[in-house]
């Protein structure tokens, strides 16, 4: 496991749980799924649009760390507690995926902590 490592930084939402920011592995950074909260874990209030943005930031944030950023995005998972979230979710994500990875976005009946939306991805490293 030498060729694995754990990131993190303190200019994301630390994690909820038992995991990491992000693992970087083969040249891959694996995200873990961030959701509307600033790097004080403090849930961040407001539109779908202004915590969509959140969890972006926090991805930018956490792909910094790890020597990438958000254009090196390949595939990204977005999590909906409702799916008539999906348009005013879409139109703020759309800013920060203008390249348009491979993306999954599903309704789920509940996220950590309340959220409606919670977004993950995986990137290349470098």
């Not at 959701?35 to 969890?55: F, H, M, R, W, Y």
């Not at 008539?84 to 996220?111: D, I, W």
Request: charged share 20%; glycine share 8%.
């Amino acid at each position: 496991m030498s060729d694995v490592k754990k990131i993190f930084t303190a200019d994301a939402c630390p994690p909820a749980g038992p995991y990491t920011q992000a693992i970087v592995a083969n040249g891959t950074i694996y995200v873990s799924g961030q959701i509307p909260a600033d790097n004080q874990g403090n849930l961040v209030e407001g539109s779908i649009a202004k915590k969509t943005e959140t969890c972006c930031n926090n991805i930018i944030s956490i792909l910094k760390e790890a020597g990438s950023d958000i254009t090196k995005v390949v595939k990204v998972n977005v999590f909906l507690d409702d799916m008539a979230n999906f348009g005013e979710m879409n139109s703020t994500y759309e800013k920060f995926f203008a390249h348009k990875p491979a993306r999954s976005c599903v309704a789920v009946k509940q996220l950590p902590k309340g959220v409606p939306v919670e977004i993950e991805c995986i990137a290349l490293a470098g």
